[in-house]
């Protein structure tokens, strides 16, 4: 059975892209036929993120409107396998995304996909609502920050409300993923503590990825973050993966660095 | 035209003009005096006023125009009986007329009707608005999953039980009384009709704002020593009093 999984917040910038690739790679390393969609369409980051911008020849759009076979305008990653990319159009705006359109194109992924990853754009607008519509279960991005995580709780009523599970009378399961965690500043009081963040939301978190310059350095070179096995952020999104797969991994990267006192200093 | 709280936090607009575009251009007017009261609050059109005339307006645009506005059209009541099945289909509840006091005890065989046709306006609403109602016969809705910011259940003619929480941002309402077993973080407004003999019950009061049949307040810090502790709040004459829920 195929699983379509939604990435979603509501805020903009707080991590989605990043998550969706770093996340994509992680399921396809670990075996699984994955492909990861992006629903930003008018925007493209994903194809940058994921260092396949110049292979992109059809998109989304044009699977939709017929003027490409799905086969044609997946491509295939070339790092890891199992792992395709499904890219946004540049040129269109939002209301090319049907969602006769949309459904299509994921029944068809469905029949050969283990995990179908949909990068959703900000917003709680029209592309927001297509990229979580479909979705069997959903990562709901999150900052340490109240505006983040209000917007998460809106996200999270519309994804319960509005989805096709829910006009079916089925719940999407829900994951609460914190990004962009900074233990120091959340000790210093500028930042919401992860409790806080799980206790406001009430939902079952799947991981905190810390505040990270390795991120934006995959970014830069086209590499998911998941891929670098020396950086924190990546081997927080390695958890994330085998959480979900079903494995129990505890958290790190949670604390402050244990600042060595005047004592430790002396004695250690 | 005129609008009224109605002693409850249900809007009634009283339509008295066919004229749609002047109607909404004061709606709007009103609308503007007191946003924050307005925005997203439920209204319900009241066609007493225009008798048989009613039959000329365009109640599919009226509610569009409603939509727009920024309110929640619930129903519309005191309209002649031949337009139902058309008011319906332009995505309207028909309701009873509002008698506050008997409203609890009341059971006839329009309200099943007005039930189902509730929760069809529900269907339509924009993402921010789910009003829901109980099941036909059964005087109580119980939610059981959280109410998230930018969310409206309402329980019409009906207590509401929330197994979960409600989320700051989010607005519960019923026309009887109402329990939150999770943490209380949004608006609650209990006998939204008028009961004034409605009370609200919860596990962790951390509410916005708090009503009970119209009359209400907004909770901050100082206002109770019981935030986030069980609480109960009862209408004493125009005053709302918040006690501890256990003793
Ligand atoms: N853990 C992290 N540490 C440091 N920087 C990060 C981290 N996660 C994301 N970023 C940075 O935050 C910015 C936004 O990330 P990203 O594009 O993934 O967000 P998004 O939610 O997809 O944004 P949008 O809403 O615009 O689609 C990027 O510059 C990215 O490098
Ligand atoms: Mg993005």
């Given at each position: 059975?195929?699983?379509?999984?939604?990435?979603?917040?509501?805020?903009?910038?707080?991590?989605?892209?990043?998550?969706?690739?770093?996340?994509?790679?992680?399921?396809?390393?670990?075996?699984?036929?994955?492909?990861?969609?992006?629903?930003?369409?008018?925007?493209?980051?994903?194809?940058?993120?994921?260092?396949?911008?110049?292979?992109?020849?059809?998109?989304?759009?044009?699977?939709i409107n017929?003027?490409?076979?799905?086969?044609?305008?997946?491509?295939?990653?070339?790092?890891?396998?199992?792992?395709?990319?499904?890219?946004?159009?540049?040129?269109?705006?939002?209301d090319a995304l049907s969602k006769e359109g949309v459904e299509s194109?994921?029944?068809?992924?469905?029949?050969?996909?283990?995990?179908?990853?949909?990068?959703?754009?900000?917003?709680?607008?029209k592309?927001?609502?297509m990229?979580?519509?479909?979705?069997?279960?959903?990562?709901?991005?999150?900052?340490?920050?109240?505006?983040?995580?209000?917007?998460?709780?809106?996200?999270?009523?519309?994804?319960?409300?509005?989805?096709?599970?829910?006009?079916?009378?089925?719940?999407?399961?829900?994951?609460?993923?914190?990004?962009?965690?900074?233990?120091?500043?959340?000790?210093?009081?500028?930042?919401?503590?992860?409790?806080?963040?799980?206790?406001?939301?009430?939902?079952?978190?799947?991981?905190?990825?810390?505040?990270?310059?390795?991120?934006?350095?995959?970014?830069?070179?086209?590499?998911?973050?998941?891929?670098?096995?020396?950086?924190?952020?990546?081997?927080?999104?390695?958890?994330?993966?085998?959480?979900?797969?079903?494995?129990?991994?505890?958290?790190?990267?949670?604390?402050?660095?244990?600042?060595?006192?005047?004592?430790?200093?002396?004695?250690? | 035209?005129?609008?009224?709280?109605?002693?409850?936090?249900?809007?009634?607009?009283?339509?008295?003009?066919?004229?749609?575009?002047?109607?909404?251009?004061?709606?709007?007017?009103?609308?503007?005096?007191?946003?924050?009261?307005?925005?997203?609050?439920?209204?319900?059109?009241?066609?007493?006023?225009?008798?048989?005339?009613?039959?000329?307006?365009?109640?599919?645009?009226?509610?569009?125009?409603?939509?727009?506005?920024?309110?929640?059209?619930?129903?519309?009541?005191?309209?002649?009986?031949?337009?139902?099945?058309?008011?319906?289909?332009?995505?309207?509840?028909?309701?009873?007329?509002?008698?506050?006091?008997?409203?609890?005890?009341?059971?006839?065989?329009?309200?099943?009707?007005?039930?189902?046709?509730?929760?069809?306006?529900?269907?339509?609403?924009?993402?921010?608005?789910?009003?829901?109602?109980?099941?036909?016969?059964?005087?109580?809705?119980?939610?059981?999953?959280?109410?998230?910011?930018?969310?409206?259940?309402?329980?019409?003619?009906?207590?509401?039980?929330?197994?979960?929480?409600?989320?700051?941002?989010?607005?519960?309402?019923?026309?009887?009384?109402?329990?939150?077993?999770?943490?209380?973080?949004?608006?609650?407004?209990?006998?939204?009709?008028?009961?004034?003999?409605?009370?609200?019950?919860?596990?962790?009061?951390?509410?916005?704002?708090?009503?009970?049949?119209?009359?209400?307040?907004?909770?901050?810090?100082?206002?109770?020593?019981?935030?986030?502790?069980?609480?109960?709040?009862?209408?004493?004459?125009?005053?709302?009093?918040?006690?501890?829920?256990?003793?």
């Amino acid at each position: 059975m195929s699983k379509v999984i939604v990435v979603t917040s509501g805020k903009g910038g707080v991590g989605k892209t990043t998550s969706s690739a770093a996340f994509a790679a992680g399921l396809a390393a670990k075996g699984h036929k994955t492909a990861v969609i992006d629903f930003d369409v008018g925007l493209r980051n994903l194809d940058l993120i994921m260092g396949v911008e110049r292979r992109v020849v059809y998109d989304f759009v044009n699977v939709i409107n017929g003027e490409a076979t799905l086969k044609q305008a997946l491509i295939k990653d070339k790092r890891v396998d199992n792992l395709y990319i499904l890219p946004a159009s540049q040129t269109r705006d939002k209301d090319a995304l049907s969602k006769e359109g949309v459904e299509s194109v994921i029944n068809e992924l469905k029949k050969e996909f283990d995990f179908i990853v949909c990068d959703s754009p900000a917003g709680i607008e029209k592309g927001a609502f297509m990229a979580l519509y479909f979705a069997d279960e959903a990562i709901i991005v999150t900052n340490p920050e109240v505006s983040s995580v209000r917007d998460s709780d809106r996200i999270l009523g519309i994804l319960q409300s509005r989805s096709k599970a829910a006009e079916d009378g089925k719940t999407v399961k829900e994951h609460l993923l914190i990004t962009r965690y900074s233990p120091d500043r959340v000790e210093g009081g500028d930042m919401l503590g992860m409790d806080d963040i799980v206790e406001i939301l009430s939902v079952p978190l799947i991981g905190v990825i810390p505040e990270s310059g390795s991120v934006l350095q995959a970014s830069n070179s086209g590499n998911p973050v998941i891929m670098d096995k020396d950086s924190e952020a990546g081997q927080a999104y390695q958890d994330v993966v085998a959480r979900f797969l079903g494995e129990e991994v505890p958290l790190r990267f949670i604390d402050v660095e244990p600042k060595k006192g005047f004592f430790q200093k002396l004695f250690g | 035209m005129k609008l009224k709280g109605e002693m409850s936090m249900l809007n009634v607009l009283h339509v008295q003009e066919l004229d749609l575009e002047k109607l909404c251009a004061e709606l709007e007017q009103k609308r503007d005096e007191a946003p924050q009261f307005f925005m997203k609050s439920p209204i319900i059109v009241d066609c007493a006023d225009l008798g048989d005339a009613a039959e000329q307006l365009d109640f599919s645009l009226l509610r569009q125009k409603l939509l727009e506005l920024g309110f929640i059209p619930v129903g519309i009541r005191n309209n002649p009986v031949e337009m139902n099945a058309r008011l319906v289909d332009a995505g309207w509840a028909i309701m009873r007329e509002s008698r506050p006091s008997t409203a609890s005890t009341e059971v006839s065989g329009d309200v099943s009707a007005e039930t189902n046709q509730q929760a069809e306006v529900a269907q339509q609403d924009e993402p921010q608005a789910a009003p829901q109602v109980a099941p036909v016969g059964i005087k109580s809705l119980t939610i059981d999953r959280p109410v998230r910011s930018g969310q409206q259940v309402y329980a019409a003619d009906a207590d509401m039980t929330v197994l979960a929480q409600t989320s700051a941002g989010s607005e519960i309402m019923a026309d009887g009384s109402i329990h939150v077993y999770g943490p209380l973080r949004g608006r609650v407004l209990a006998g939204a009709r008028g009961n004034e003999q409605a009370r609200i019950f919860c596990q962790s009061l951390q509410a916005e704002l708090i009503a009970i049949a119209g009359r209400y307040q907004l909770l901050d810090e100082s206002d109770t020593e019981l935030k986030g502790k069980p609480a109960m709040i009862r209408l004493d004459g125009e005053k709302l009093i918040i006690e501890p829920l256990a003793h």
